[in-house]
């Protein structure tokens, strides 16, 4: 195994951190396109999409939506492909993103956390910001920016720092790695699935749904 | 740098201060304070429409500059305070349910679903530079038609909106997605487990279990991360009492 590329590693992360919900969602925060851009840095581009490919199937369960709370799937999937990367995949794959949720869930956490203290930056600066004062919001606006980056820094640092002890703790053996990785694929699909569900809604839409699932299949069995 | 671009670009981080209290209220400031620079002249009327720019606003993060631009035009305009206000609150709730319809559940779910498809046939890395360009493509140019078509029409641009093809756009979004991620779930599942010995077998049994389960969380919703993890320590006892 090569040794981590620390540095781009902990740049990339702190990038899809911020992309989140701060910076632009620009996709950059899915698992899949995070995961892609590790395998990259690391050299195994093939881990990179296999790991993210199966952290997307639990992000697709989620709805980003207004205030509610939900997992930054950026340093995480970054920190899952730094411990799955140049290993023999089929038992690489369930470690990975058994420790990519872990860290998802974390994830969750911070950003309530730095909404929290943006909250307590808006209350200091209230009474000027309902003034109209000039530069107030640009100014509690870039503490946010700069806040949720250090939020992504430090979590993507956490990650990584987590994977370099695990690389120091024995493996599991190749079978206890196969369940695993069959336990981290099925459990993706139970979050697709019943976010897929519950999300068309409408007989109609599940419909949309049963016809792709038939797609699929009648063209994996063509090939 | 023109006013609207600068609005634009300060969009792309609306939510950077989001807060539970006021939500994107900062953000929204932030972006609509380039559209006020013709009240310059007029320092009390520029700190009231600033003083208001900044309170509580909610709505899908692209399609906030609709907002932007139909607040500032109300504020340029010299529409009453209360008008303005009222128009906030009222966008508030139907660009975060448009917004949310079309991108969270129709656009992004259906990018990653072709992705991943493309990706289990063997793609690379590039197929996902591609989703991710034309995504970030199409998510500033709906930011920018809002902007325009805000300022263009400022109390009035809820109309506006209604009248274009956006609304049925969304309707079918939502569609086309189940579709993609349905056509995905078979071949990423036979990618995935492809190297666990019988691939197909089990690509039938982890998606035919994976269906029964989503079934039975379905009105119970239990966390799929939270079930996973479980799964996970009760298989690591299982293969520990078994050593």
């Known amino acids: ?223 | 740098m023109i006013p609207r671009f600068r609005a634009l670009l300060r969009l792309s981080s609306l939510q950077a201060s989001y807060t539970y209290e006021r939500m994107q209220g900062v953000g929204i400031a932030v972006a609509e304070e380039p559209l006020l620079e013709p009240l310059r002249s007029e320092p009390e009327r520029e700190r009231a429409a600033r003083s208001r720019s900044a309170q509580y606003f909610n709505a899908h993060p692209f399609l906030a500059g609709a907002a932007v631009g139909a607040l500032a035009r109300a504020e340029l305009d010299g529409q009453p305070a209360e008008r303005i206000l009222r128009l906030r609150t009222a966008l508030s709730g139907p660009l975060g349910a448009l917004g949310d319809q079309l991108f969270w559940a129709g656009i992004v779910p259906a990018a990653m679903g072709l992705a991943l498809i493309a990706v289990s046939r063997g793609a690379g890395i590039g197929v996902v530079a591609l989703v991710v360009l034309g995504y970030n493509v199409l998510r500033v140019l709906v930011t920018w038609w809002g902007l325009r078509i805000g300022l263009a029409h400022g109390l009035q641009v809820a109309h506006a909106i209604s009248a274009s093809r956006l609304p049925a756009f969304a309707a079918r979004a939502g569609g086309i997605a189940a579709l993609i991620v349905g056509a995905a779930i078979p071949w990423v599942g036979a990618w995935l487990l492809r190297g666990t010995g019988q691939p197909v077998r089990a690509t039938v049994l982890v998606i035919a279990g994976a269906f029964v389960l989503g079934l039975l969380t379905l009105r119970r919703p239990l966390s799929a991360p939270a079930l996973t993890l479980g799964a996970a320590v009760l298989t690591l006892l299982w293969r520990w009492s078994s050593a």
């Open chain 1, 1 to 223: 195994m090569s040794p981590l590329p620390i540095a781009s590693l902990l740049l990339w992360g702190t990038i899809a951190g911020l992309d989140l919900a701060s910076l632009l969602q620009g996709l950059f925060n899915r698992p899949l396109v995070t995961g892609a851009v590790a395998g990259v840095i690391i050299g195994d581009p093939g881990a990179g999409l296999r790991i993210g490919a199966a952290l997307e199937l639990f992000a697709l369960d989620v709805l980003p939506v207004g205030a509610s709370r939900y997992p930054d799937y950026g340093a995480a999937t970054v920190a899952a492909v730094a411990l799955g990367a140049w290993q023999p995949w089929a038992a690489a794959l369930g470690p990975a993103v058994l420790l990519g949720l872990l860290l998802a869930q974390l994830g969750g956490v911070t950003v309530v956390a730095h909404r929290r203290i943006n909250a307590w930056a808006l209350r200091r600066l209230a009474p000027e910001l309902d003034r109209g004062d000039p530069g107030v919001a640009n100014q509690l606006h870039l503490f946010g920016l700069g806040t949720d980056l250090l939020r992504s820094a430090l979590l993507a640092g956490f990650g990584l720092g987590t994977v370099l002890l695990l690389f120091r703790s024995p493996r599991f053996d190749l079978s206890t790695g196969q369940a695993l990785t069959v336990v981290a694929v099925t459990g993706g699909f139970v979050a697709l699935i019943s976010g897929a569900l519950r999300r068309a809604g409408t007989a109609r839409r599940i419909a949309w749904l049963a016809g792709g699932i038939l797609l699929g299949v009648l063209g994996l069995a063509a090939l």
